[in-house]
């Protein structure tokens, strides 16, 4: 690596944090896929118990938690254009 030029050398560098960033991924994270599938399913679970059953509080608390998780994070609105002078239009 010293003979290298900057660009390279950077180049270089990327691809060390990369593969480090990926390894770390792996080890901490899991495979997020299967996660999130494992989730909808205890959920899904949950949902068709809590149709039969009162559900106890433990279970009650884990539906809202999994429920909360796939709530969509963003409400779309409709948001009026703004005029250069920024006044709505």
């Given at each position: 690596m010293r003979n290298a030029g900057p660009l390279e050398r950077i180049s270089i560098k990327l691809k060390r944090l990369t593969r480090a960033l990926q390894s770390w991924s792996a080890k901490k994270v899991g495979h997020i896929k299967s996660q999130l599938a494992l989730a909808r399913e205890v959920l899904h679970r949950l949902?068709?118990?809590?149709?039969?059953?009162?559900l106890s509080p433990q279970e009650e608390w884990l539906?809202?938690?999994l429920k909360r998780l796939f709530e969509p994070r963003f409400v779309r609105k409709d948001y009026r254009k703004i005029t250069v002078k920024g006044q709505l239009s």
């Open positions: 949902e068709v118990a809590q149709d039969m059953r009162l539906r809202r938690e």
